[in-house]
């Protein structure tokens, strides 16, 4: 049975570990997935202080999100599904959660997405709309989609 839950401080290791093999399943290199390993590892700090939820059921976690909110532009900072999952509809059912009861309970209208290139589509295909693109904070001179969701309610 899935669940959808509050991630715990503990859980750090394992959402880091689940974003490095969900960014690593795009096929990137060595050096780019050591600065992706150090830049975007989970901290406790965050999971205390955002809106940091996990997929999971009998086997344990498999995806989670990571929702920064703020008074002037909330982001989304973290999306990712385990490889093995990717494709069978977790991360619309999480999206579906973060979007349906996160956003709603925070009041939040519209947050910031700044994505890989393999993932845009998926977030169009959700209802965000492209807004350009910025640098990578991980690769000098590498342009990356941003985009923005607004919740319609």
């Known amino acids: ?18 974003a490095y093999h969900s960014e690593a399943y795009w096929g990137y290199d060595s050096d780019y997935m050591e600065k992706f390993k150090s830049m975007y ?20 976690v498999f995806g989670f ?25 977790y991360g619309k059912l999480l999206w579906n959660h973060m979007v349906d009861i996160t956003c709603e309970n925070l009041r939040i ?9 393999q993932a845009k589509d998926f977030y169009i295909k959700l209802g965000a709309i492209f807004l ?7 690769k000098r001179g590498r342009m990356i989609p941003q985009l923005l969701y607004k919740v319609h309610k």
């Not at 049975?1 to 689940?18: E, T, V």
């Open 109 to 117: 209208r519209e947050f910031v997405i700044v994505t890989s290139p």
């Open 65 to 89: 999100y990571g929702l920064l909110v703020n008074d002037k532009v909330s982001s989304l900072e973290y999306f990712f599904i385990e490889p093995r999952c990717i494709g069978k509809g």
């Open 41 to 60: 590892q989970v901290t406790e700090y965050f999971i205390k202080n955002n809106e940091t939820y996990v997929i999971e059921d009998h086997c344990g």
């Open 132 to 138: 350009g693109e910025v640098e990578s904070l991980l």
């Open 1 to 18: 049975m899935l669940n959808i839950r509050r991630a715990k401080a503990c859980d750090w290791q394992l959402l880091s570990d689940i």
